[in-house]
Every structure is written in structure tokens, then in C-alpha cells.
Nanobody, 113 residues
Framework: QVQLVESGGGLVQAGGSLRLSCGAS????????MGWFRQRPGKQRELVAV??????TTYADSVKGRFTISRESGNTVALQMNSLKPDDTAVYYC????????WGQGTQVTVSS
């Protein structure tokens, strides 16, 4: 089992920045794939950014050039979000995968216009 705990959400004005962090604990021996998904109001959960073994990254087109995912010490993954837009308002979920997928509880990000 893997447990994921997110932090860093909140309220910010458009154009501002936030940094999300996700720490993993438990059976993390083969935890090479981590990332962030989000669920905007009235929409399905969607990929934001993932980082895989070798630190290869994938971003949604809507966040390229504004968001940066990074792997930090231990088993922590961060998402630096710059130039935030009201359309980025969502619940952001940390994700990790070994032989199965794990999800965090989610953290609310609200961007005001």
C-alpha cells in the first residue's frame, strides 16, 4: 500500500503562483511514476503533469510553459504552478503508480479573476 498526502492548495488571484507538494509513504520501493491530475467543476478528472522513471515528464497542453513538475528528496513530487488562470480552478489530486494506481485525497486550488 502507498499513502499520498498533498499540501499547498489555496486561493490565488489570476496571474499568481502556487506550489503543490505530495509526499508518499508506505510500500514505495518501486514508486517511479508520480504526478498530478485535476478535476475542474463539472468536468472529468484529467492529467496535469506526470514524472516517470528517468525523470521524463509529460504535461497537458493547457499547462505547458506555466506548470513544472519535479521530484524532490525522498518520495515527494512537487507541482510549481505559475501564471495561474481562473480555468485552473480545480481539485488537484496526487497520483502514483506501481502495479496499480494510488490517489491522494485532493487539494483545492481556486484562482480568482
Amino acid at each position: 500500500q502507498v499513502q499520498l498526502v498533498e499540501s499547498g492548495g489555496g486561493l490565488v488571484q489570476a496571474g499568481g503562483s502556487l506550489r503543490l507538494s505530495c509526499g508518499a509513504s508506505g510500500n514505495i520501493f518501486s514508486l517511479n511514476n508520480m504526478g498530478w491530475f485535476r478535476q475542474r467543476p463539472g468536468k472529468q478528472r484529467e492529467l496535469v503533469a506526470v514524472i516517470r522513471s528517468g525523470d521524463t515528464t509529460t504535461y497537458a497542453d493547457s499547462v505547458k510553459g506555466r506548470f513544472t513538475i519535479s521530484r524532490e528528496s525522498g518520495n515527494t513530487v512537487a507541482l510549481q504552478m505559475n501564471s495561474l488562470k481562473p480555468d485552473d480552478t480545480a481539485v488537484y489530486y496526487c497520483w502514483a503508480a506501481t502495479s496499480r494506481a494510488y490517489w491522494g485525497q485532493g487539494t483545492q486550488v481556486t484562482v480568482s479573476s
